[in-house]
C-alpha cells in the first residue's frame, strides 16, 4: 500500500518525499525526532502502540530513512525540530 501511494505521488511529480507524509505521520515524526519513544508516542496521541509503530515504520520508508538518527537529522534539515 505504501509502495503504491509512494509511486502516485513520484507520478505527481512530488519532489520532496515530505510531502508524502499524513498529517499524524508529521505528529508522530516530531514526537520520534524529539526523543519520545514509540510508547510515548501513543500516549500522547492517544494511540495504540501498534499504530505508531505503523506510523514509524511508513515514515522510515517513505522518506527512505533506516535509523532513528538519520530521522532526527531528517526533522532538523525539514525544520520539524531544532
Not at 37 to 62: C, G, M, P, W
Request: proline share 0%; hydrophobic share 40%.
Amino acid at each position: 500500500l505504501v509502495e503504491d501511494y509512494m509511486r502516485q505521488m513520484q507520478e505527481r511529480q512530488v519532489e520532496d518525499s515530505y510531502e508524502l507524509l499524513t498529517t499524524r505521520e508529521r505528529e508522530v515524526l516530531q514526537l520520534l525526532a524529539e526523543g519520545k519513544n514509540n510508547k510515548d508516542v501513543a500516549n500522547l496521541l492517544n494511540l495504540s502502540l501498534y499504530t505508531v509503530e505503523t506510523h514509524r515504520s511508513n515514515i522510515f520508508q517513505k522518506l527512505n530513512l533506516h535509523s532513528g538518527a538519520e530521522l532526527i537529522l531528517y526533522a532538523i534539515r525539514k525544520g520539524v525540530i531544532s
